[in-house]
């Protein structure tokens, strides 16, 4: 598991349960997306809220290692708990089957949001042009992270994985890409903030207009 060879012949092993995994974590994402239509839901409530009140207002902080810690601990503690409920198979279907619905939630959630958010890259600045691409690309790390913790979450008991084997797997080869990830992201995001840096506080998005 330390090896680049290693990790291989352990992704070879799971491809199963990754794909199925995959499967299950796209399908109850689009279950979320099209319940997210209705944001007085119960469900939807409870994403609005912590979209709103916790997320949104995190990353929206000026400082680059700031938004880099928030987004990097929010990827982490998830899949960290995917781990975790993967001593149980059933368990840790459930628990991909929850992390897609509220991803697909959220999703649709923040494309209701009415902010003033500038699009990353759309300024005329070449050297905002490169930090985005840059950013984009790193962000590109989270897909392989979360494939990996969830063919941890439902091989484990099926391959009999120690926890030894995968919390391993998790410092070595997880949490790094998550940390790379969550920079990348951390970086295109500022981008989309540059602009509300010169704006009054009055003139600042609303962050709980996700809840409307």
């Not at 090896?3 to 349960?17: K, N, P, Q, Y």
């Not at 994402?29 to 319940?35: H, I, K, N, S």
């Not at 902080?61 to 601990?73: C, E, G, M």
């Not at 699009?119 to 600045?125: D, E, I, K, N």
């Amino acid at each position: 598991m330390f090896s680049v060879t290693g990790i291989v012949e352990l992704v070879v092993a799971m491809s199963r349960e990754i794909l199925l995994g995959t499967v299950l974590l796209i399908s109850a994402a689009v279950v979320g997306g099209v319940l997210g239509k209705n944001p007085r839901s119960f469900p939807a409530s409870l994403v609005a809220m912590w979209l709103g009140r916790v997320v949104l207002p995190l990353v929206r902080n000026q400082s680059l290692a700031f938004r880099t810690v928030v987004i990097f601990s929010n990827n982490a503690g998830v899949l960290c708990v995917l781990v975790v409920v993967g001593a149980s198979r059933t368990v840790g279907a459930i628990m991909v089957g929850v992390i897609g619905f509220s991803l697909g939630m959220a999703v649709r959630l923040l494309s209701r949001i009415e902010t003033h958010w500038h699009t990353p890259g759309s300024s005329s600045s070449p050297e905002s042009k490169r930090r985005v691409r840059i950013g984009v690309a790193l962000n590109l790390l989270e897909p392989p992270a979360i494939l990996l913790a969830i063919g941890l979450c439902l091989g484990r008991s099926v391959h009999a994985l120690s926890e030894y084997t995968c919390w391993s797997v998790f410092g070595i080869w997880i949490a790094p890409l998550l940390l790379i990830s969550a920079f990348g992201e951390a970086l295109w995001i500022g981008e989309g903030l540059a602009p509300s840096r010169s704006r009054s506080p009055a003139s600042q998005p609303n962050t709980n207009s996700v809840q409307d």
